[in-house]
């Protein structure tokens, strides 16, 4: 796995986790349906500019970022998707597009739909677009410490 400081961080703090494989897709309806696993209990990280600075958006992979709920989240002028060119060297050891929604590893703010919390379990990216890590959403949500807010349509 190419994110080892991810699962190293898991175990560090004894969260039980799957590594779950797949065939290489980019987008979240293939990596969905390739892992058998639902469009809701999928979570996608997106990376925003929130006033300029770099953060996550992580929501369910079947939904769209709705900007202006976010922006209120945020409590901000601007927010902005961020384009692949200015973060992919921030996530060195993952591949474009495949970074996992722990932002505290990466210095990055993680903003957390609340529609996640309804879900027992998430399944997300593991730096590769061949690997997924499915892991209780309460563990995710007590190491990482995000932000919730409603900003999905």
Excluded: W
């Amino acid at each position: 796995m190419k994110v080892s400081r991810l699962k190293t961080f898991l175990e560090n703090n004894n969260i039980k986790y799957n590594t779950l494989t797949h065939s290489q897709v980019f987008t979240a309806q293939e990596v969905a349906a390739s892992s058998h696993i639902s469009g809701k209990e999928l979570v996608k990280t997106i990376i925003v500019k929130i006033d300029g600075k770099m953060a996550m958006a992580v929501l369910p992979a079947s939904c769209s970022i709705d900007f202006d709920r976010l922006k209120e989240a945020a409590g901000t002028g601007k927010v902005e998707l961020a384009r692949e060119e200015e973060f992919e060297g921030l996530f060195p050891e993952c591949e474009t597009g495949a970074m996992p929604p722990f932002g505290n590893l990466y210095g990055m703010e993680v903003f957390a739909d609340e529609q996640l919390s309804e879900d027992e379990e998430i399944a997300f990216n593991a730096g590769s677009h061949t690997e997924l890590i499915k892991l209780a959403y309460r563990d995710f949500e007590r190491v990482v410490h995000p932000r919730k807010a409603q900003f999905i349509h």
